[in-house]
């Protein structure tokens, strides 16, 4: 039997078109003829990269023992509700992000080998090259099933000329997502851009949709008269989840404006209802980084991607942490020569990553999918293309894997991987669970076992 409601409805209004999460109504009919089982609906596979620069402190990211998680160390003790759905692992390398003759850029390098496992030409100009990312990998097989085939986002901007490590270019410690040897992907850093992006009607030209944005009130009054023809056929359990999407997108909507409203490179603009709408980016470091979560969120929840990568700040990055009372910068604090003090501040960095994962991480929690939340959906890979930032070293990189992976994980482990296993196996295995077959990718040596 066919489904009450297509996968792919879209809500619309002037400019806009709302994808919708998953309800009861587009699962197709179940059968219950005598002798005949009846097929439960099968939910779609996410995969998300989320980076951050400048290694870990990693005294106190490692646990002491092999084996189940029975308690997480100070550093990721924020995790503990998902600590089931946890897969933490030691010992894996990015060999391609070692100099291997090449000398100083480790940072450049750490960023353009996480997820391709090749070594990044030395170059600061045009002649770019590294490999493909294992997230495009996936994009290109399967992307089509979506209505974006992967999403880039980012924190701080980044440029794709220019010299800023030691002869690299900064192409490579400002993009982690490859679309071919020589083309990075861009992340967008822009909240509202994300917002209209994911919410204009695809069948409007850029032009268009900004054009309609500067003059629109909420995406959700212009999108009224669907959402209240949709409501009338949805049995009680969809109307709540459809309720519960709706009042984040509103959240979302909300948080932007008032972003906006405190943001003193950009005055706001005001829709002739006299509504602020969002117009460039959140003065604060944490909600920025919150609202491109819940944003990511949205587009998994509605299905309009299943692949994404999500950089918390550039590779090499020196922003300064003063709201979490450490004034030093980032690269600056993680040349720490053992000092105990900066350690201290390192790991308050460290924790302040964590706290901003967790978000991520409650927000697909909190979404049910056929039964399931979004989580265990999905496959979320968090960590580093470096693990001491003092000592610059590309092994025991920091690295954790949260979600269910459509039943194909097995969590709450904390395992150790032969000396020297590159990283790429462990991105060859989610590519694998992605539903795309590849024998190779970059470095590797083939898939990173043990994880169901």
Known sequence: ???????????????????LPYLD?????????????????????????IYVPNGVHMQSWTPSKVGALEELTPTL?????????????????????????????????????????????????????????????????????????S???????GINAGNCDSGYSCA????????????????????????????????????????????RRSILDLAMEDTKDLERTLAGSDKRKLDEYLTSIRDVEKRLSAASSENHQHAPVKAPSGVVKPNGIPGGYGEHLALMSDMLVLALQADLTRIATYVFANEGSNRSYKFIEVPEGHHEISHHGRDKAKQAKLEKINKFHIDQFHHFLAGLSAIKENGKSLLDQSMVCYGSGISDGDAHNHDELPCVLVGGGGGSLKGNRHIRVGKETPIANLHLSLIERMGVQASVLGDSTGHLGGLS
């Open 1 to 19: 039997m066919k489904p009450l409601l297509n996968r792919r409805t879209l809500l619309r209004g002037l400019g806009t078109a709302i994808g």
């Open 172 to 215: 490579y410690s400002a993009n982690i997502s490859w679309r071919s040897e020589t083309t990075p992907v861009p992340k967008e850093i822009d909240p509202k851009a994300i917002f209209e992006r994911l919410f204009a009607d695809p069948k409007l030209e850029a032009a268009q949709i900004a054009s309609h944005a500067k003059r």
């Open 77 to 149: 003790a924020k995790l503990e509700p998902f600590r089931k759905q946890m897969i933490l692992f030691s010992g894996l390398t990015a060999d391609k992000a070692r100099a291997n003759g090449d000398g100083p850029g480790d940072h450049a390098r750490a960023m353009a080998s996480f997820l391709t496992g090749r070594q990044a030409r030395k170059t600061f100009g045009a002649d770019i090259r590294t490999g493909i990312s294992a997230d495009q990998v996936v994009a290109q097989k399967v992307g089509n099933q979506t209505r974006f085939s």
């Open 151 to 157: 999403l880039e986002l980012g924190i701080e901007r």
């Open 25 to 49: 109504a587009m699962a197709p009919g179940l059968d219950f003829t005598p002798g005949l089982s009846a097929k439960a609906p099968v939910s779609p596979r996410r995969l998300v990269y």
